[in-house]
């Protein structure tokens, strides 16, 4: 079992910035990559980034060049840096864990999700 809980969502100003950690706990060691995914209202969960063990990167072309996920795994931590903020930007962020090994992208490689956290970016 596997936890993980987001925080740092708000509201923002269009070309604003924000800063977005999810802490994971439990049976970590069977986790092989974490990802960001958002949804927005009336929309489908779309993927944002991944990142694997070993500190590879994926990310969604909408997001390439302004958001930066990274990790920390000593701290058991990882984090999605936005940049350039857009209305559309605006839902609700996930964090996932997945047990598979590589950069999965999509929503059912990931075994454990957290609560979300709100993103809102006014334009």
């Known amino acids: 079992q596997v936890q993980l809980v987001e925080s740092g969502g708000g509201l923002v100003q269009a070309g604003g910035s924000l800063f977005l950690s999810c802490v994971v706990s439990?049976?970590?060691?069977?986790?092989?990559?974490m990802g960001w995914f958002r949804q927005a209202p009336g929309k489908e969960r779309e993927f944002v980034a991944t990142?694997?063990?070993?500190?590879?990167?994926r990310s969604a072309d909408s997001v390439k060049g302004r958001f930066t996920i990274s990790r920390v795994s000593t701290k058991n931590t990882v984090y999605l840096q936005m940049n350039s903020l857009k209305a559309d930007d605006t839902a609700v962020y996930y964090c996932?864990?997945?047990?598979?090994?590589?950069?999965?992208?999509?929503?059912?490689?990931?075994?454990?999700w957290g609560q979300g956290t709100q993103v809102t970016v006014s334009s």
């Open positions: 996932a864990a997945s047990n598979f090994p590589g950069l999965p992208s999509k929503g059912n490689e990931y075994q454990y």
């Open positions: 439990g049976r970590t060691s069977s986790t092989y990559a």
């Open positions: 990142i694997s063990r070993s500190g590879g990167t």
